[in-house]
């Protein structure tokens, strides 16, 4: 069996052992430590100056988000419905309720139009939604100035979750930059990666200082431990930051990988009409995360499921779209505001490998055995 092409696995730069090692000799193998100061500044620099919060995971950093904005138990929050759990999940940790709003075609992100039915729609009925976490999905930013304006005209607060979209970059302006509080993750499987990580971010101070008070156990000011509300164990650990450094240091490569190997994909398939990419509106750079790619059956004779299982036997690893959140068996209670895009976007698309290692011998064997399950020849 040839060795497994993964969907999108870790890439060292090289300088995180370093990063690391420096934390073990001088014994900061903890969630303080300058590795974390350090690797804070240097998403600060990246993101024009906007303050920071290393913590454990993007989802930790969400839930935090959710408290800091105030949501209460019972309280609204609208979420687009196409994409990953951990952007709701921590709605329900509050004990709040999620509204689904689904995407338009150009960015397959939370579609401004049905956003602001849904607000309209959620006020009628009595409950003025807390507020809006907009992911920018697969690396492709959302219509944000639509969807700002539309925060601002209800006085919602927005919650940007760029857990996806770390160097992808809105008319010039990095992505992560825009919400009143903005989500990065660092899990294995992302652009950069500190093993499992994430990051708090707001241009507004009081709200990151906040973020590392409550993930530190909300401890007050006094000698010994004292508590007046709630803390959580969400900080990120000096080791991990170490990992984080070194990433750093290499992000604009990574996108520069990524971008080159969705570049590959469209310009292989370019005569092709069953396979269909994403193309970047004006305005939009994607960081091209993951490759995604829409399979017309009726012009390819085969449908996403032959290609997924008809690469899995070559050892070469693809995945289904996201499924959408409003028709997950979890949420099947949560309102939803629903338009048919991200389901047809589920039924018909797949994630093809998109690891910034991947070697162009990788790339041949994946094009090979593609080309190889399709009933037409290109
Ligand atoms: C990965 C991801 C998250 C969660 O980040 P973790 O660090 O894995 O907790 C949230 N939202 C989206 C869109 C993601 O892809």
Known sequence: MSERIYLSSPHMGGMELEYINEAFDTNWISPVGPNIDHFEQDISKYMSGIHVAALSSGTAAIHL???ILGVERGDEVICSSFTFAGSCNPIAYMGAVPVFVDSERETW??????????????????????????????????????IIQIGKKYEIPLIEDAAEAFGAEYKGRKAGTFGDISVLSF??????????????????????????????????????????QIGYNYRMSNISAGI??????????????RRSIFKFYEEKFSGLSGIEFLREPAG?????????ALVDKHLLGVDREDIRIG????????????????IQPVFK?????TNGTSEELFNRGICLPSGSNLTTSDKERIMNKLTGLFKVTI
């Open 333 to 337: 209670e949560a309102p939803a505001y």
């Open 284 to 292: 939009h750079f994607s960081n091209r995360w993951l490759t995604t």
């Open 187 to 228: 899990n294995g499987n992302k652009i950069i990666t500190t093993s499992g990580g994430g990051a708090f971010l707001s241009a507004n101070n009081t709200y990151v200082e906040k973020a590392k008070f409550l993930s530190t156990q909300a401890r007050d000011h006094a000698p010994h431990y004292e508590h007046s």
């Open 65 to 67: 988000a959710l408290i």
């Open 244 to 257: 984080g450094r070194g990433q750093m240091e290499v992000l604009d490569e990574r996108v520069r990988q």
């Open 311 to 326: 690469l899995e036997k070559y050892n070469i690893e693809t995945r289904p779209l996201w499924k959408p959140m409003h």
């Open 109 to 146: 992100n939370m579609d401004p139009e049905l956003l602001k039915e849904a607000i309209e729609d959620r006020i009628k009925k009595g409950k003025k939604p807390k507020a809006i976490i907009v992911v920018h999905l697969y690396g492709m930013p959302a219509k944000l100035d639509e």
